[in-house]
């Protein structure tokens, strides 16, 4: 982990100083918009794994962790980005998706199409390059998280309407919407 944190951390300092002004508003809100739903993602990934919930499956519980690594790098870097302007972490209460390998399973693909939407979303409200790069950088891996969680809870044989890649093109979700669904789980406690 700490050479991809290195990485993330190293192209956060190209990253115009918030801190001077040199990033609008905007792009400051769509940081604290992107942190707060990786904030979401990486506690529900940690505290799943703190839970020991995946038995004998030896994917899912590799994908937990490989994906809690990603979420926390994530979360690190767009901490680093903001500096002092990063929002707070909010409290969870994943209920029992996070100790119910099924639900675990599938709330990770929710969580993940919408980090997918969200970013895509967002992309073209972003006007300082340096931060465009860096949700460019953060966007295909939660669209392989996505993926990888959709062929984990499909693949062995099911028949399913779902596919790990289930669309030639994918639509961003406004921030309304991502909100909306996000404030529908009822995980966002405080």
């Known amino acids: 982990m700490s050479a991809r944190l290195a990485i993330g951390s190293a192209f956060a300092g190209a990253v115009p100083s918030i801190a001077r002004g040199a990033v609008p ?20 990934y940690a ?3 703190r839970n ?21 790098t994530h979360v690190a870097f767009l901490k680093k980005t903001l500096g002092a302007k990063a929002v707070a972490k909010p409290k969870f209460d994943f209920k029992d998706t996070v100790t119910d390998p099924a639900k675990f399973a599938a709330t990770a693909q929710v969580l993940e199409d919408t980090g997918v939407h969200a970013y895509l979303g967002q992309v073209g409200n972003i006007k300082t390059k340096a931060v465009l790069i860096g949700a460019g950088r953060i966007l295909p891996v939660e669209a392989r998280h996505a993926s990888w969680i959709r062929d984990l ?3 062995g044989g ?3 309407p779902t596919t790990p890649a289930p669309a030639a093109f994918e639509d961003g979700f ?8 996000v404030k529908a789980t009822g995980f966002i406690v405080g």
């Open 158 to 160: 099911t028949t399913s």
């Open 52 to 72: 020991k919930i995946f038995g004998s499956s030896k994917e899912l519980f590799r994908f937990s962790q490989v994906v809690a690594q990603h979420e926390a």
């Open 47 to 49: 505290q799943a794994n």
């Open 174 to 181: 406004t921030k309304a919407k991502i909100l909306a669904a």
């Open 153 to 155: 809870r499909f693949s």
């Open 25 to 44: 508003a905007s792009d400051v809100a769509i940081l604290n918009f992107a942190l707060t739903l990786e904030y979401l993602e990486a506690e529900f």
